[in-house]
């Protein structure tokens, strides 16, 4: 017995490497994770003689390790494509992008629907439906439009066999039976095996023992995702890590005094063996990752075996100082790996993507919302939390500051607003001009916690409008929603038109009424604020300062959420209103909510360890910047996603020709804006994934909410709608659920 040599391998990969005409493009990866999803499939079917449950962890387990091997190169990594970089996500991707999105997710919210895979092309392997991956002997045969040629097929066949011994008396049929031993007789037909093309493809090289593939071992491949790629150009980059390099070894040695000679000797003397190799180097200090520099070693010492003792402390003069220097510098790429600065970039994202207490248990996409547009309308059914979470926000990320503290109660960053049902113009809200007992300006919470949230710029500060719809919302938010609008980065700062001219604040003295309930000390930072101010001094003076001179603004770090029921006692939402508002339905679980509620409740406490400000606060206001920041990271793909993005606001208006809910450019900009804030989350997802998500919480948040109306109306945009939204999950369900009210009443709306 003996195993595929390395050159076989290779040379299968290097085959399958031309799976896509251009491997390079967007969405190349997509016929190589068909392929790995369906014969993973096809091997927990044959070993277990079921369907694969994909809410089970056992279930889950044994997929992904027969996903592994399908993809895994080795131990460490894995390829997506069998072209670019080597991924090293222990799982292979599959529970971050198969089990969380698209087909298999939208099976768990239609469970009576039958969803194919791959859901795009007129190419299904097989058939998703509650979860469960079902594999479907009639569709097998699309195999053989993703392996399209015979070369194709047949080096997929002993890339699938690269770690298994094999009888080198018999070469073709020891890989056919040890196919069949891991796969079903009806998907090995379709990689219809030919004896020729496995000779053409394996030789007569076999090895002894298994050839263990490393990154080195991939030379070719395209530097697109090479993590030693210069952002600077090559000389400037060059020179900046030579630079650097050298402050680092000044630092680190204390038995040279002077290394820039070590240095240069270094680099006279590796350079030119690694430009040899690789001639898109020309000196090592292009290379800036150290998993690459290994590799790149290991391929110098492999091509030149006798490099092996230069590396090494035995050599004296200019190859002792070269591996003196290696070492170094392999350190320096180590700290640069591991340093805090990139753990904490981590740990924030990390945040982003687990909210904790009480809110992880929801959607995060509320999350995602406020970071959209710091405007939203949580609706549901009284009882349900909405105003509770608001505060439990508040809660999770009010700093540890006496001040904000104060009260075990309500934290200073939350601010409760009951909405009266006699609310008809703006006056209750943000005050107003009296001449009772002398001019002045009548100052509401509302206005002194927007100033308050002033002083804290770095700090959330939430304002909850309980009941907002007892009163007309287009009367006495007008000025608010105006303002909305007018929201604009300038230099690093969202900044809006103000709510209260500069002059009210000019004209009247009212520093005093502003801040004179606040406990604060002049290091707004501190934890330990303990001193009752007067007016004039610290920080509200300076608050009142820039009252003065822009007006009262609304605050970059404010969240206004607004709680909604719908009944005979409230007001309908205008579209005005739902146009400048991300609207989140918040309805009782399915199951048992009472035995749920028990065990996911929890305290409305402060935490030890604040949850960071960038899980509420929006970045940006413009889809302008963001498709500006998307394209900096990848040009092509921004232009596939601004085709796509017009392709479906196209389609949600072909459904609703006819009406007058169609959407406008508001629409286009939040869905872009929403988009952002999700590849922010997982810049590695496939940007179709993170796109069907993006449209699917857009429907549900801008779209739908604005719909209303009797048979007449709505029988025919409504179909049309739902055949449109078959890949939007959270929108088909909530769709069919407002036609079936439409055929029982008559009339339907988005509210329930």
Known sequence: MAYLSKKSLLEAYSQLSKLTSDPSAQGATQATSALRYIFALDEFTKKFDRDCDTSNKDDREAFITFVGNVVSVNKDYYTANFFNSLKDNPDYAVGSNFFSVNVVKNSMVNTTTEFTFPKRGNNPLFIVKGGHLIENDTLLPNIREYLHTPLLRNAFAVWLVRSVPINSDDIYNSILNILKERYSNAIIEELQLDKQVISQLVG???????????????????????????LLPKEDLINKVRESFTHFVHLVNTHTNDFTGYIAKFEEFVNPKISAVYPEYQSIFQILDIDVLHAIIAKLKEVNPSLDKVFSS????????SFRTMKYYEMYLDILANSDFRANIYKSREERLSVASSTTDLNKSYLRAMRTKPFLLLAGISGTGKSRIVKQMAFDSCPDNAVLRADPT?????????????????????GYES??????????????????????????????????NLAPVEQYFAEFLSVLESRMKIDGHIVSEPLIKADIFKKYALEKALFSQEVVSSDYSSTSATVEPTAGYGKETEVYEQLREYGLRIPENVVIIGTVNMDETTHQFSRKVIDRAM???????EGDPFMDFFANASELEYRANPTSPSLYLATETRALDVVKALADDNAEKTEWLKGEVAKVLTGINSALEGTPFKVAYRVQN????????????????????????AVDQILMMKVLPRIEGDEELLVKPLDRLIAFSTSYPYANKKLVEMKSRLEQARFTSFWP
Do not use: R
């Open 204 to 230: 007569n090289t076999l090895n002894a023992n298994p050839y263990l593939l490393s990154i080195s071992d991939f030379p070719s491949q395209k530097p697109k995702d090479n993590k030693a790629i210069a």
């Open 583 to 589: 609207t989140i339905e918040m309805n009782l679980p």
């Open 670 to 693: 939040e869905l872009l804006l929403y988009f952002y804030q999700l590849w922010l989350e997982d810049k590695t997802a496939e940007w179709e994934n993170i796109l069907n998500i």
């Open 314 to 321: 035995e050599y004296n003069g200019t190859q002792y100082q």
């Open 435 to 468: 001449k009772i007992n002398g001019n002045t300006y009548q100052l509401t919470p509302f206005v002194k916690f927007l100033a308050k949230a002033m002083l804290y710029p770095d700090v959330p500060f939430f304002v909850c409008l309980d009941e907002m």
């Open 410 to 430: 309500s934290p200073g960053n939350y601010c409760l607003i009951e909405v009266k049902p006699n609310w008809h113009d703006s006056t209750d809200l943000i």
